[in-house]
Nanobody, 126 residues
Framework: QVQLVESGGGLVQAGASLRLSCTAV????????MGWFRQAPGKEREFVGG????????SYGDSVKGRFTISRDNAKRTMYLQMNSLKPEDTAVYYC???????????????????WGQGTQVTVSS
């Protein structure tokens, strides 16, 4: 059974940094494309960024470009989201997602992912 476990969320002040982790259990991590999404109260789910199975390509949502960086370590079965220069509008529950693929394509639509983590809360105070 595929499981994704996020960690690293918390409460920080504007301008601070956080690093989220998403660790996979139960499948061949290197065969999966991965993504990060977030959802704030009363808002739709938003694509934060994604990374191909090889780590060779990444893509980011417009609101986080230049501030957030996604990486992965297939040996550790973990994907990371480094978040710098955090803003209050980054406050949300952050989810990681996975789909099996060996295509060098980042999927930006949440409906294209099959597996999801439970989410981790990130709160940025002003």
């Amino acid at each position: 059974q595929v499981q994704l476990v996020e960690s690293g969320g918390g409460l920080v002040q504007a301008g601070a940094s956080l690093r989220l982790s998403c660790t996979a259990v139960g499948y061949t991590f290197s065969s999966y494309g991965m993504g990060w999404f977030r959802q704030a109260p009363g808002k739709e789910r938003e694509f934060v960024g994604g990374i191909t199975w090889s780590g060779g390509s990444t893509s980011y949502g417009d609101s986080v470009k230049g501030r957030f960086t996604i990486s992965r370590d297939n040996a550790k079965r973990t994907m990371y989201l480094q978040m710098n220069s955090l803003k209050p509008e980054d406050t949300a529950v952050y989810y990681c997602a996975a789909r099996i693929t060996r295509r060098e394509v980042v999927f930006i639509n949440g409906d294209e992912y099959r597996y999801w983590g439970q989410g981790t809360q990130v709160t940025v105070s002003s």
